[in-house]
């Protein structure tokens, strides 16, 4: 019996019972053999998926190229199935069935992919997922891989193509239990492609209980070609070679994505930081970025993101972008040969590989935590398509200054986009066209007496519909769509293009607390245009105000934000106020401020802006631990009512952190409040300003203030890590309603 024969009746035995055993198979017939790990890993899938989809899988004694647009389809016999769409001003390149990106060639570069790769991690679409039973599969990454290919459409104006796959029981613990339809299009005189992909997990009981903490498309790019990174207008540059981020020539920091480069191939970055989260973007923001090459006809790959529709969190959620570093943060082992490392890195997705990653995130759980990864019970429906998105390239003519011309037409070709949502061309029956969808106008007022005798237009406030909940339920939302618009200096507001469906309609606006939910669900039909006429938010309120520290924004961007220390600087947030807060490392200054006593902050004296640190976090001790810490707020009030006050803490952020809220009495046991352990979003470590929003609203009897001094002490006491920490949005002490106490500094 041969080695083949041998392998596939072991393959075939075992491919039913989970991948850990077919990987041993694989395993144990590379180290025996010496296979090449890419034959060991078609012939395992060829064999396997045969067991559960025997219909569906090809025989290896032919494969075929389909060359689409242009009416070309021809036999190649190559060992590997392709499918090449050329419109005469680029050529895609895609694996068949598996539906993976392999080459795109533009202007005369033959791939702007990185071909030193494996054609399987070049791009690709893939998943995070866990099981939730007792099965033991926790954070699996998975490249989404075909089984069946399909031309949807074939014309001279378009081409578009199917990459699907069917989950059964049979590959419970294998495969996420996800049907996952992926298809890719292009159009006739279009400089780029469009990807979406339509995900889905039947309502039978039969389906697994999973949960999704990730879910993308990436691609990863030439490194000898592509060295300068645009995020934004203020977020762009050269940036470090992915080799920079190896041992020898860099050092690695305290949060594990974070790097200082100590030996870079260029010199000039010799000293600084690189850390992917210094280009994270907020979901509102984040409509475009990408990559310039340094040839002498410079080519822009730019990903573009025309709606958030499909993104989870709302507007203000924060996802990775374009970056330097390694494709997964998976532990190697030394000891293993190189050549099963390599097959370990292709099989399970581990190894230390380095590339230029251009991505785009859907469904990810950073700056959130567990609260952003949605979670399917058995059997329970869902389904859900993520995008289109559309990767458009471009290239500069002779004269232009590439940085400033291909990033200008990006932008330009972004805005394109944007009007053309919703897309007429995409096939599938999943992704409503234009006609099918419905639009929300009206305008948001806000009502409090105690700032204004006349209702305040709600100018700049964010309103969207996102799926029935409590409000501001919205920013934890991350199983359906939403849609969100920005009112105007009137409180004006029109959300358009909406799919079918039933909603509430949620808000928030910048300079108040809290959020806005309207009273009555909002159902949309095809076609349907709604007035809701003015809507009244009344913000909480229980009495005048008596100080107040920082503005009521979801963000600690308002106060105070270090200088970074000198080892640890990117330059290019030196000279950029609005992104300080993304060098890293400015948790450890508030020791260096704050050596032995901590904050205090006197009402009336204080400046919010240099005297209130961004972030609550421990302090380091000499023996490398860390304290808690208790802030205080020092006020006057000369008289005190028998009343009720009110004190409201809103938070921008929280990382397994607690505030315990005592007045006047700093070792009293119990204190007047806590929040309890709470937040998972680690936007401290993560160079963020925010994370979710908290809001608490505490009563502080006025049995507990005196008339002249008072002290109200904020206690973290939580400090088994440097990043355990509170960021604060806002705070303010109310007076009894109706009753008003006088404050004085």
Known sequence: MGIWSRFGTAITSICTCGGDLQVMCEMLILVRFRVDPFVIMY???????????????????????????????????????????????????????????????????????????????????????SALDDSGRKGVFEVIKGTRFKVIVETEEQVEVSFSRTWEPCLKGKLAPINIDKRFVVLGGSSGFYSYAIYEHLGSEEWQAFSLAETRIAFKLRKDKFHYMAVSDDRRRYMPMPEDRLPGRAQPLAYQEAVSLLNPLVPQFRGEVDDKYQYTCENRNQMVHGWISNDQSPVGFWQITPSNEFRTGGPLKQNLSSHVGPTCLAVTNNYLPSFLVFYLHLRLGVGCYLMLNHEQVFVGAHYAGDD??????????????????????????????????????????????????????????????????????????????????????????????????????????????QFWSEAGANGDFCIKKIRAGNYNLYGWVPGFLGDYRYHAPITITPGCYMNVGDVVYEPPRDGPTLWEIGIPDRSAAEFHVPDPNPKYVNPLFLNNPNSKFRQYGLWERYGELYPDQDLVFTVGESDYRKHWFYAQVPRRKEENSYEGTTWQIKFQLQNVQAGVYKLRIALAGATLAEIQVRVNDPNKTRPVFTTGLIGRDNAVARLGIHGLYWLFNIDISGGLLVEGENTIYLKQPRNQSPFQGIMYDYIRLEAPPYLIAHCHP
Not at 58 to 66: E, F, I, L, Q, V
Not at 101 to 106: A, E, K, L, Q
């Open 372 to 481: 952003l990864v949605p979670k399917f019970g058995q059997g329970e429906a869902w389904k859900k398509v993520f995008g289109p998105v559309f990767m458009y390239l471009n290239t500069a003519r002779c004269g232009q200054d590439p940085l400033t011309t291909l990033w200008d037409d990006a932008k330009r070709q972004m805005m394109v986009e944007v009007e053309s949502w919703p897309y007429s061309f995409p096939a599938s029956e999943d992704f409503p066209k234009p006609h099918q969808r419905g639009n929300v106008r009206g305008r948001l007022i806000v009502r409090d007496r105690y700032i204004d005798n006349d209702d305040i237009p709600a100018s700049g406030a964010f309103v969207g519909l996102a799926p029935p909940g409590d409000a501001g339920s919205w920013q934890k939302e991350c199983k359906d769509y």
């Open 43 to 129: 012939m395992s899938n060829l064999i396997c998926l045969s067991v559960c989809h025997p219909r569906e899988t090809p025989t290896p004694r032919g494969t075929w190229t389909n060359v689409l647009y242009g009416c070309t389809v021809t036999d190649s016999r190559s060992p590997w199935h392709k499918v090449v769409i050329d419109n005469g001003i680029l050529q895609l390149t895609l694996s068949k069935p598996d539906g993976l990106v392999t080459g795109i060639r533009y202007n005369g570069l033959d791939n702007l992919l990185e071909v030193q790769n494996h054609e399987g991690n070049r791009g690709y679409w893939d998943v995070v997922w």
